[in-house]
């Protein structure tokens, strides 16, 4: 009897765990149509408002950080795996690797390793196989969250191909005769002004 309720409350918890792990929250970056998907609760420091081409997100055992490029003739798999490299000699990462993992809609090139403190580093880049974008994707992490970190990566998408239904197209205001007829007017006095203020000189 013991058992079956030590059997009951190991499942429980195993369960708990489970409902923890899949509570997930799609992110966008609207500027440039990206959405991943990642653990909720995460935040946005105010500071990186202030750069169009960067973003970040904090968890309590993770931050991610963001940067957008543009393909140019050196976005290829030789000099971003060198990239990587040399990324990764910047933070003092040792024990790293590169990695593979797929991403639909991306060439994705990442490599980890362990960061100078212990945590861990995972770095990519997403190679957009519609666009110009490029993805740079820094998450710094605790032991353990190596699987949520690569699902965060996987969940990666753009959204770029929307187009307008052109059957759409928004209608053309008319200006009624008065608006038009105080627009003349308007535009008459502000050159009087003009001419006032040269005559002034």
Same mark, same amino acid.
């Given at each position: 009897?013991?058992?079956?309720?030590?059997?009951? +409350?190991?499942?429980?918890?195993?369960?708990?765990? =489970?409902?923890?792990?899949?509570? =997930?929250?799609?992110?966008?970056? *609207?500027?440039?149509?990206?959405?991943?998907?990642?653990?909720?609760?995460?935040?946005?420091?105010?500071?990186?408002?202030? *750069?169009?081409?960067? =973003?970040?997100?904090?968890? $309590?055992?993770?931050?991610?950080?963001?940067?957008?490029?543009?393909?140019? *003739? !050196?976005?290829?798999? &030789? !000099?971003?795996?060198?990239? #990587?490299?040399?990324?990764? #000699?910047?933070?003092?990462?040792?024990?790293? &690797?590169?990695?593979?993992?797929?991403?639909?809609?991306? &060439? @994705?090139?990442?490599?980890?390793?362990?960061?100078? $403190?212990?945590?861990? @580093?995972?770095? =990519?880049? +997403?190679?957009?196989?519609?666009?110009?974008?490029?993805?740079?994707?820094?998450?710094?992490? +605790? +032991?353990?969250?190596? $699987?949520?970190?690569?699902?965060?990566?996987?969940?990666?998408?753009?959204?770029?191909?929307?187009?307008?239904?052109?059957?759409?197209?928004?209608?053309?205001?008319?200006?009624? &005769?008065? *608006?038009?007829?105080?627009?003349?007017?308007?535009?008459?006095?502000?050159?009087?002004?003009?001419?006032?203020?040269?005559?002034? @000189?």
């Amino acid at each position: 009897m013991k058992y079956n309720k030590l059997l009951a +409350l190991v499942a429980a918890i195993i369960l708990s765990m =489970a409902a923890t792990t899949t509570q =997930a929250k799609i992110y966008t970056w *609207d500027k440039f149509n990206i959405a991943f998907e990642a653990p909720e609760g995460g935040r946005v420091p105010f500071s990186f408002f202030q *750069d169009p081409n960067s =973003a970040q997100v904090e968890w $309590d055992e993770m931050v991610m950080t963001l940067q957008r490029y543009i393909k140019n *003739d !050196n976005t290829n798999k &030789k !000099n971003l795996n060198e990239r #990587l490299k040399s990324r990764a #000699l910047g933070y003092n990462m040792y024990d790293t &690797k590169l990695n593979e993992l797929k991403v639909k809609g991306f &060439k @994705c090139f990442s490599l980890e390793g362990t960061m100078p $403190d212990g945590t861990r @580093c995972v770095i =990519a880049y +997403l190679v957009s196989n519609k666009t110009s974008t490029v993805i740079e994707v820094v998450v710094n992490y +605790l +032991l353990g969250n190596q $699987d949520v970190v690569e699902d965060i990566i996987k969940s990666f998408s753009e959204n770029n191909n929307q187009q307008p239904n052109e059957r759409q197209k928004p209608k053309q205001k008319i200006q009624k &005769k008065e *608006d038009a007829e105080k627009q003349e007017q308007e535009i008459k006095r502000e050159k009087r002004r003009q001419q006032e203020k040269v005559f002034e @000189c």
